[in-house]
């Protein structure tokens, strides 16, 4: 069974920085499937793509975070990352981590509601002024 944790929200100023991450199980990442995805949601908004990372540490970026986020993995230690620089109060969501391969770029509803994915238990990112 696929368990996945992440850590490292909390609140940052604008402008600021901070790192997420998500530490998976019962998942290999050398797999040739192990392609890991960030995901956000704000209250009242969709689920919607932040970026997705290949098993090879390829990383593409699908929403406004592109140029200013980076995602990244870890593999020895099961682990992707997320590290978001220069935020802005829109930045301001739930993070989840997702496992399973054909991301698409938003749901309906609630992030986890989807089972298409493996999801972790969200972490929250506010930015304040």
């Known amino acids: 069974e696929v368990r996945l944790v992440e850590g490292g929200g909390g609140t940052v100023q604008a402008g600021g920085s901070l790192r997420l991450s998500c530490t998976a199980s019962?998942?290999?990442?050398?797999?040739?499937?192990?392609?890991m995805a960030w995901y956000r949601q704000a209250p009242g908004k969709e689920c919607d793509l932040v970026g997705s990372?290949?098993?090879?540490?390829?990383?593409s970026y699908h929403n406004s975070g592109q140029g200013r986020f980076i995602i990244s993995r870890d593999n020895a230690e099961n682990t992707i990352y997320l590290q978001m620089n220069g935020v802005k109060p829109e930045d301001t969501a739930v993070y989840y981590c997702?496992?399973?391969?054909?991301?698409?770029?938003?749901?309906?509803?609630?992030?986890?509601?989807?089972?298409?994915?493996?999801w972790g238990q969200g972490s929250q990112v506010t930015v304040s002024l």
């Open positions: 990372i290949s098993k090879d540490g390829k990383s």
């Open positions: 019962g998942l290999s990442f050398d797999d040739s499937d192990s392609e």
């Open positions: 997702a496992a399973k391969p054909h991301f698409s770029p938003r749901y309906a509803g609630r992030c986890t509601d989807s089972v298409f994915h493996d």
